[in-house]
């Protein structure tokens, strides 16, 4: 790989959130914490509808005017506390945003998707154990298989890592080592034998260095898509490591069931996000990636889906963790 190449990448993981979770301090809202309420005249509803509208344009200030409206008409909504932790979430004000979430999920306890915000603003304020927990919630919630691979999505991108790098001036050598990234492979997948792990981690490097992508993150993808599980199949119809769907497979020209394959196409089309929307735009190639080009383009940034925003934030997380190795 050019190491100008690795050096654009790497500056990516500084400004990974950009355009998802704008900096600065939060403006005046609804308390710290929600209170008993009244009836709801009709225009809460309004309000309400408004300020997720504004908030998926990234308007946040307007957002958080419109839902602080519909609360000063319901106090104690829980619709409405989820949308202004969100709000808060994107603003960076986390800890007041996992508060807001917390009163959602306990008010709501089956609300997958209050459990799986609260989650995201634990690991941001830095409370890990506790998001662990929130993320492990979803697990036990019945029927709800979307919930449920969000879950077990973010649980892969905060599992502890392997001990890949060695002690002292050598720490780096990890990076270009095949036998780490087949390591990688069954420690996310234990069931893998040695043969297929070692086929996987020489495919792994081989095609990063080939399309001169930083096989770290290419690793983050993986673990965040499938944990290197390689016959898994989403919802959707994705198909193993690199979750490709068979439209995309089929113009890579590769066989999604084969790993290596699979591999190959993955990173293929990972490099051509990057290109698309620059080196320096991770958080806009990993979008492209989860959620396709066109959406990215539509929305101008990284669309309104909370499934491709957390998709984002899990990569990301795993692949700063993978660069402090």
């Known amino acids: 790989m050019r190491p100008a190449r690795w050096r654009c990448v790497l500056g990516a993981g500084l400004v990974l959130l950009v355009g998802l979770v704008p900096v600065g301090p939060a403006p005046a809202a609804a308390g710290t914490r929600p209170a008993a309420g009244a009836a709801a005249p009709t225009s809460s509803a309004a309000a309400l509808q408004e300020g997720a509208r504004l908030l998926h344009e990234g308007r946040l200030q307007d957002a958080e005017a419109a839902v602080t409206r519909a609360l000063r008409a319901r106090p104690a909504d829980p619709r409405a506390w989820l949308w202004l932790g969100a709000i808060r979430y994107h603003q960076g004000d986390v800890q007041w945003a996992a508060q807001a979430f917390d009163y959602v999920s306990r008010r709501q306890p089956h609300n997958a998707r209050a459990l799986l915000w609260l989650g995201h603003a634990l690991v941001r304020a830095g409370r890990a154990s506790e998001a662990q927990e929130a993320f492990r919630r979803v697990l036990l919630l019945p029927a709800d298989p979307p919930a449920h691979e969000l879950a077990r999505q973010a649980l892969r991108a905060m599992r502890p890592l392997p001990q890949q790098a060695a002690r002292g001036p050598e720490a780096a050598a990890w990076v270009t080592d095949v036998t780490a990234y087949q390591g990688f492979a069954r420690h996310y997948n234990p069931r893998l034998g040695l043969q297929d792990a070692r086929r996987i981690g020489e495919a792994l490097l081989g095609y990063s260095r080939l399309f001169n992508v930083d096989p770290r993150l290419v690793v983050a993808l993986v673990v965040v898509e499938s944990g290197f599980q390689v016959r898994v199949r989403s919802r959707a119809g994705a198909i193993g490591l690199g ?80 660069l402090a190795l």
Do not use: C, K, S
């Open 243 to 322: 979750q490709l769907m068979p439209e995309t497979a089929q113009a890579l020209g590769v066989d999604p069931e084969d790993p290596v394959q699979n591999l190959y196409g993955t990173i293929r089309y990972l490099r051509g996000t990057l290109d698309r929307f620059g080196w320096d735009n991770l958080h806009l190639a990993l979008a492209a990636y989860n959620a396709g080009r066109g959406a990215v383009e539509r929305h101008r940034g990284i669309p309104p889906y909370d499934e491709t925003r957390w998709y984002v934030v899990n990569v990301t997380t795993l692949y700063r963790r993978l």
